[in-house]
């Protein structure tokens, strides 16, 4: 994990819990860098991501959500705050732009067999939201906090 401890500017109880999970539950195969600055997009010039984690299974951007999150009439919520735009269209530009920079930098071989994907992280919430920009499969919720991180 890099830094080795979760920063005190962190305010985040769920990106707290999730350090201390990850840490704990994930192999030494893996890399983890917690909120990873990334000069982004045209819409936002930097941008960070909440896990950067890097392994024998590819590089994952995971974004973070605490407390309730939802969707009312198109708009996303994280407890009484209206977010400017999804969790999912917060860690997708990041992602794409990592893999645009790690791209030209790795051996041919290695980056044909890169894996690049991204995740969204409620570990209070059973992640019940859905719509055809929602894939279930890349949200960790709170019902997948009893497993182990690494399953």
């Known amino acids: 994990m890099i830094p080795s401890r979760v920063s005190e500017t962190t305010q985040s109880y769920?990106?707290?819990?999730?350090f201390e999970k990850?840490?704990?539950?994930l192999s030494d195969d893996w890399i983890v860098l917690h909120c990873l600055g990334?000069?982004?997009?045209r819409d936002?010039?930097?941008?960070?991501?909440?896990?950067?984690l890097i392994g024998p299974l590819g590089v994952y951007c995971l974004e973070v959500k605490g407390?309730?999150?939802?969707r009312?009439?198109?708009?996303?919520?994280?407890?009484?705050?209206?977010?400017?735009r999804s969790p999912f269209e917060q860690v997708v530009p990041p992602a794409t732009q990592l893999h645009q920079f790690l791209s030209p930098r790795l051996i041919e071989s290695i980056e044909r067999?890169?894996?690049?994907?991204?995740?969204?992280?409620?570990?209070?919430?059973?992640?019940?939201?859905?719509g055809p920009d929602i894939v279930k499969k890349l949200v960790y919720d709170a019902v997948d906090t009893s497993s182990p991180f690494s399953d």
Request: hydrophobic content about 40%; some cysteine; proline content about 4%.
């Open 14 to 18: 769920a990106e707290r819990l999730m």
């Open 22 to 25: 990850i840490s704990a539950e």
């Open 38 to 41: 990334v000069a982004c997009c």
């Open 44 to 52: 936002r010039p930097w941008t960070e991501v909440d896990f950067v």
């Open 67 to 70: 407390g309730n999150l939802r």
């Open 72 to 84: 009312v009439g198109g708009k996303w919520y994280q407890n009484q705050h209206e977010l400017d």
């Open 113 to 130: 067999r890169l894996i690049l994907g991204y995740g969204v992280v409620t570990p209070d919430v059973d992640f019940n939201i859905s």
